[in-house]
């Protein structure tokens, strides 16, 4: 073996121990974060974050707070549901309103966040450079462009891009994207999801056999 090889194979167990630090980082004592989830190195998740199974959270995100379903891929440099600032005030600093500012900070919270958390569905996909806004709502199967800034709702399987972002267009009509839904593919065992792998690239296939299967309580 070359000294080449051997500093590639190095740097790929250096790389997957980075990645299991990410991911124990992130939890908590609740197990929020979900033990098949991927977060990447260089990536911050708060404690009170939500993260479903085999999700992935690229490098260099940060997600302050909400709930993230379960298979969905969130690209590098994302952010999600980072704090906002009061606009009423003499000041946007925190050291008026905030105990929790590391530095000059106030004698009580004076201000709280006015948005809920951001609320991500199943399967979906964030682009990089994103930033999902508090307040936001983004359905299952939807689709964020790269550099778009969410501050609303997009509705399951739209591909949604701009500042501020707005529905580009619909994956599927809605017969096909209330099917989709209606099978929750993403609970599925593995087993299951293994077989039915070759159907996912023909979705009227799809839903012939699984969502057909539901309506007929089968």
Known sequence: MSARERKIRLARRLNRWLRFVQYWSAQQAGGAVDPTATIEAGSRVHPDVAIGRYTYVGYNAHIAS???????????????????????????????????HPTLSADRQRWEQQKPPPDIGHD??????????????????????????????????????????????ALFDERMARQLRSTRWWDWELSQLREAAPLFGAPEDFVRRYAANLEAGG
């Open 66 to 100: 909400g709930t993230i379903g379960a298979f969905c891929s969130v690209s590098w440099n994302v952010t999600i549901g980072a704090d906002e600032h009061p606009l009423h005030g003499v000041s946007r600093h925190p050291f008026w309103y905030s105990p929790q």
């Open 124 to 169: 979906v996909w964030i682009g990089a450079g994103a930033v999902i806004l508090r307040g936001a709502v983004i359905e299952d199967g939807a689709v964020i462009a790269a550099g778009a800034v969410v501050s609303g709702h997009v509705p399951a399987y739209t591909v949604a891009g701009g500042v501020p972002a707005r529905p580009i267009r």
